[in-house]
């Protein structure tokens, strides 16, 4: 049973800097790929960043330049690093795996942790 468990999450000021981690079991994690979507109040889920299972990422026109997606096949964990974080990056942030980047919204899913920016 595959298992992704998120942290990381939390309060922070605009401009500031988060770095979410996944911890991934129950599965392969060499041969998924990974991601993180969000979902902010009344809105839908939507990608943020993507990362196949060669390394190659796809980011969000929303936070390209400022977040960065990285995966840690030794540990079976994916990290998001957030920067220049701005208020409508509120959102609860989800980790998910799937066999690959198109199909990770089908694959499995994490929690969710909270991540809040004060303007």
């Known amino acids: 049973q595959v298992q992704l468990v998120e942290s990381g999450g939390g309060l922070v000021q605009a401009g500031g800097s988060l770095r979410l981690s996944c911890a991934a079991s129950g599965l392969t994690f060499g041969s998924y790929a990974m991601g993180w979507y969000r979902q902010a109040p009344g809105k839908e889920r939507e990608p943020v960043a993507r990362?196949?299972?060669?390394?190659?990422?796809v980011y969000a026109d929303s936070v390209k330049g400022r977040f960065t997606i990285s995966r840690d096949n030794a540990k079976n964990t994916v990290y998001l690093q957030m920067n220049s974080l701005k208020s409508d990056d509120t959102a609860v942030y989800y980790c998910?795996?799937?066999?690959?980047?198109?199909?990770?919204?089908?694959?499995?899913w994490g929690q969710g942790t909270q991540v809040t920016v004060s303007s």
């Open positions: 998910a795996a799937g066999r690959t980047i198109a199909t990770l919204s089908s694959g499995s």
């Open positions: 990362i196949s299972i060669g390394g190659n990422t």
